[in-house]
């Protein structure tokens, strides 16, 4: 057995990596973080009032000769909009990532698994029987959405539990069709309580028309909290997409860690929906292409996933409040001619196969 | 730093009729022991419930006199690891370094980060299985052999005090095998930790086991030093008359055999 020989040549390749491994990955997190910037100076400095970048950094700034017009249209309209945008955006791809690794599907996000449509009906109902305005602040929306979120989960979970063995593919078909349901019955809601069309059109496709501060003071403490929770379950999250086995012999408590991600995921998809309805689709395409990119460490695809997913919503922000202006396309329209075809290529590329 | 696992009145199942019935067994430091038998007699069953994977339908395992289900999952994994006799096929993979690295968590946690120790002793174990130039390769374009030197480098980044080894060999070349067969040793005569392998290789059984244990018909047929259980007397009711022993010249160990008839 030539032990020394195996020795000398593991010494060797040794030397080859090390801490270098790492800078890369945090640079392309910075140039994100810079393209988020950008797309949000980008989005506030276009539409039917488009602001040069001189007066775009002179209103940002408050400084003396911003133009009262620009300031009014950039800090009490586009900003805090383009912000909630970018907030949303970040959730949901975040909400995809723990979905599509706790499922180990890849076709997995936040509508396909029923919580998007489970929190839309929790916020229609809240807000038909009347809850809608101020609660100490919090306001109940959020946390009528969760519970519609949440309850809509355990329910296609539930469903997709065909005796031992769960199957990816049933709890696919369960969500989409638990989905489809309670969509229904949030248009229905609707108008029964006499809303306008487009009110159940904002809902169930999804809109940031009108959004001021007030929505980005309520979802950002939430969805921090969803996040953060999230970021620290990384390392389960690799785990678990090993295996279940794997995980419970490397130590980890399979169902707890499980119900922690299940609770964060679906608590960051419905603070998404309480305050922008259903948008598809983003949550499914940031965690592929950022998987695609930068790999399929949880550590790593979470932030990039994130700012993948707010870059695309503000941009797709932007489309939707310009493409037919006057008129505000809802931003679902937008998403999901974006994401759609994605889907469909991603279904073909896996053969047909949901698992 | 000692150690004793040990099953009492152990009897595993999944739902239906139990894989085996009231098995008793200890490995303690130092020891290597191969648990061998036909396919399907339980020998994955036994080291899953060894690593608390399988929860016991009667009797317990103890480890160092604690059952191992009044323990939590990550106090146990600190302790014991398993090298899985195949990879689950994950969906997005991770690279082979980020795979020995969750072998970590159990002494890190899982929340913290890794410490410059972690590193060491996951390098240690990449270059001791010639895997540190294949550090950033996706786990999905690696051979077999190359997967399971993965998972016995991630089992030895787990720096436990016992061993379990699921047909560790499988997939491996000479090469290897013997790398194996002597990291296995020495980690069990330097450093006292307690090893349990399956093996269905009875000669290589015979070469690296101090005690072998033949699991059979759901229960224990034997179990002792390899030249007691590697006799046709003992293996003959078990594996059927297709075998012969011979002795090794040099080294006093039985070699088990397949008979191959004319027809």
């Known amino acids: ?355 | 730093m000692s150690v004793r696992l040990e099953a009492v009145n152990l009897s595993c199942g999944y739902g239906g009729p139990p894989v085996f019935k009231g098995v008793d067994f200890t490995v303690q430091s130092g020891e290597i022991c191969a648990l061998i038998g036909p396919n399907g007699s339980g020998k994955t069953t036994l080291l899953h419930a060894l690593d608390r994977l399988v929860r016991p339908m009667e009797g317990e395992v103890r480890l160092d006199d604690v059952s191992i289900w009044n323990c939590g999952p990550r106090e146990v994994a600190a302790r014991v690891a398993l090298a899985p006799q195949r990879a689950a096929t994950a969906i997005w993979p991770l690279t082979v370094r980020e795979t020995i690295q969750l072998a970590r968590a159990p002494h890190r946690g899982w929340l913290a980060s890794y410490t410059s120790e972690d590193v060491k002793v996951v390098m240690h174990a990449m270059a001791r299985f010639g895997l540190t130039n294949l550090a950033g390769r996706s786990m999905a374009t690696l051979s077999g052999g190359e997967v399971r030197r993965v998972l016995l480098a991630r089992a030895l980044a787990q720096a436990p005090a016992v061993l379990l080894l699921d047909e560790p060999l499988t997939y491996l070349d000479l090469h290897y095998q013997a790398e194996i067969l002597t990291l296995v040793r020495s980690l069990s005569r330097e450093e006292g930790i307690a090893v349990v392998l399956t093996l269905h290789d009875l000669a290589l059984a015979a070469l690296c086991a101090d005690r072998v244990v033949l699991l059979a018909n759901g229960r224990i047929c034997g179990q002792g030093p390899p030249g007691e259980i590697l006799t046709p007397e003992v293996l003959t009711p078990v594996y059927g008359d297709d075998l012969e022993v011979i002795q090794h010249s040099g080294k006093s160990v039985p070699i088990v055999l397949p008979r191959v008839r004319a027809r």
């Open chain 1, 1 to 355: 057995m030539s032990e020394k020989g195996v020795e000398a040549r593991n010494e060797q390749q040794e030397p080859d990596e090390g801490a270098g491994i790492r800078f890369p990955r945090l640079g392309w997190i910075a140039l994100l973080g810079i393209g988020l910037l950008a797309s949000v100076a980008a989005s506030v400095a276009l539409g039917s009032v488009s602001i040069s970048p001189r007066s775009l950094l002179r209103a940002l700034t408050f400084s003396e000769n911003a133009s009262p017009v620009h300031l009014a249209v950039l800090w009490d309209l586009r900003l805090p909009r383009a912000v909630l945008a970018a907030l949303v955006g970040a959730a949901l791809a975040s909400a995809g990532v723990a979905f599509q690794a706790l499922f180990r599907n890849a076709l997995a996000d936040p509508f396909v698994v029923g919580a998007s449509s489970g929190a839309a009906l929790g916020a229609t109902l809240a807000l038909t029987l009347g809850f809608s305005t101020g609660w100490a602040g919090l306001g109940p929306l959020p946390l009528a959405a969760f519970c519609g979120a949440i309850g809509a989960v355990l329910c296609a979970l539930a469903l997709a539990e065909t005796g031992s063995n769960s199957s990816m593919a049933s709890l696919l078909l369960a969500g989409t069709a638990l989905s489809t349901m309670l969509s229904a019955i949030v248009s229905f809601l609707l108008l029964w309580a006499n809303q306008p069309w487009f009110q159940a059109f904002n809902w169930l496709l999804g809109s940031f028309s009108g959004r001021d501060w007030s929505y980005v003071r309520l979802a950002a403490p939430y969805l921090a909290v969803c996040y953060v929770t999230l970021q620290l379950m990384s390392r389960p999250l690799d785990a678990l997409t090993a295996g279940d086995d794997v995980a419970r012999s490397l130590g980890l408590s399979v169902r707890t860690a499980r119900l922690v991600i299940i609770a964060a995921a679906t608590m960051a998809a419905s603070v998404a929906v309480a305050f922008s309805g259903i948008i598809g689709f983003v949550g499914l395409i940031a965690p592929h292409i950022a998987r695609l990119l930068f790999g399929a460490s949880h550590r790593v695809l979470l932030p990039t996933s994130a700012l993948l997913g707010a870059i695309l919503l503000v941009w797709a922000d932007l489309a939707a409040r310009t493409l037919l202006a006057p008129v505000e396309v809802p931003i679902g329209i937008v998403t999901a001619f974006l994401g759609g075809p994605f889907f469909l290529y991603l279904l073909k590329a896996k053969g047909g196969r949901l698992t």
